[in-house]
């Protein structure tokens, strides 16, 4: 004991930790890699060199982002056989088939055609070039998918029966774990955000280097790009979670139940923007209220009924009791779901709101960088990124600590899913030996984003007109060296 905690909550740390240091990148390296091929795919169709110039600077920050990625992903699986051993022995014949899908066939895939990418600028024909950076991009999402899919199962398990003889889920229809609503809906709710977070990410390099006067009108196609797509990103979001939140209110009541706050079950029920109080104990006062918006986020109706905490903790007490005994407290940690519930939505709304800003004040051809909103807009600029990327991370946070206790819903608590042998000060020491690791990879990948930022896009006269030339002439002198062969 340390304090009080024990290795459980030591597991739940480190893995809460990992979780949402690794999601950093994720949207990033999703959103980012489709940014790249639409500027490459411009680039081929027009021939305009500006936005090959875009390409060859979003790729280079791209790139070193998916390395990150990869890098703090491979810990991320590495923990249930660390920490969470009874629950990989629970659910391994369920949740081995789509990590292992990711990993054999997704992972694979964006893997291999991202190095033809690389390695294949004056090697490979252009349109051939122009298809390896969109195999690459789309193999983010197929990984994307699979690995979401197996959250969804422990959201919402399916396609499975349970062993009575070993005790473990066995897997018994794919297609059901694979396409199940939970899932399809994640995704889509997950790459909306990833698009609204690497728009946010290039609205913030391209508005700063236009307030800057640095490359306008290389930056300018950028940034109003990256507003358009954070506005589509955005409404596909608010409907998307909509969606979401009926659908969660069917299979999870509970946690919509403590994103409110909602202790008594009630009809018409507000949605509370903003409370002051004690939340954790249903004693808080809302400040700011949306008549019925919660009913109707949870039913479709303004008059509908939403079920509350005290409710759902007696339905579960009788649902459960047999199975996994008396006096379980089904409640999560409410003031955690539901302040990491309005943070998710505001943020995103508030990044929006920005890129609506941005795509209005460089309308037409406009470029201001000397008046009185310059500097404001600058600041802003810099700051927008953190919205969706904070956003993300309240999102998993509430997605996680809102199904507590359990760790697959209504089958296996927690509690009773850590690793029996591995001991606290073990915990401890592998939680502040990846923290400290993090926090040096996130320091070099700072440092060298900042660096390649500030060193801006390439001058045109840092590029040929075609950097597929040379290789084309290469091939041409083979060729003729060939011919004067055989002809010899």
Known sequence: MLGGMEALDLARWQFGITTVYHFLFVPLTIGGAFFVAAFQTAWVRTGNVKYLQLTKFFGKLFLINFAMGVVTGIVQEFQ???????????????????????????????????????????????????????????????SAYFILAANAWMQHPVGYIIDDTTGRAVLTDINAVLFQNTAVLAFVHTIFACFLTAGAAVIAIAGWKMVKGRQIEVFRPAMKAAAVVMIIAGVGLSVSGDFFSKLMVEQQPMKMAAAEGLYETEAGAPFSVLSIGEINGGS????????????????????????????????????????????????????????????????????????????????GARAPTNDRLAKPFAIGATLVVLGPLLGNSFGWIFTEMGRQPWIVFGEQLTADAVSPLVTMGEVLFTMIAFTLVYLVLILIEVKLLLHYIAKGAPEPDELTSDPFADAQEAQQAEDEDAKLYFAY
């Not at 033809?116 to 024909?125: A, C, M, Q």
């Not at 919660?294 to 939403?306: C, I, N, P, R």
């Not at 939505?345 to 508030?350: A, D, E, F, H, Q």
Request: glycine share 10%; with cysteine.
């Open 284 to 363: 808080a006062d809302c400040v700011f209220c949306v008549p019925g918006l919660l009913a109707f986020l949870s039913t479709g109706s303004f008059d509908g009924t939403v079920e509350g905490i005290n409710d759902l903790q007696s339905q579960y007490e009788s649902q459960f009791a047999e199975k996994f005994g008396e006096d379980i407290n089904y409640v999560p940690y409410v003031p955690v779901t539901y302040w990491s519930f309005r943070l998710m939505i505001g943020l995103g709304m508030v990044s929006v709101l920005f890129a609506m800003w941005a795509l209005w004040r460089y309308r």
């Open 80 to 142: 249930f056989g660390m920490n969470w051993s009874v629950y990989s022995r629970f659910v391994g014949d369920v949740f081995g088939a789509p990590l292992a899908m990711e990993g054999l066939l997704a992972f694979f895939l964006e893997s291999t055609f991202l190095g033809l990418w690389i390695f294949g600028w004056d090697r490979l024909p252009k349109k051939i070039h122009l298809a390896t950076i969109w195999a690459a991009a789309f193999g983010t999402l197929i």
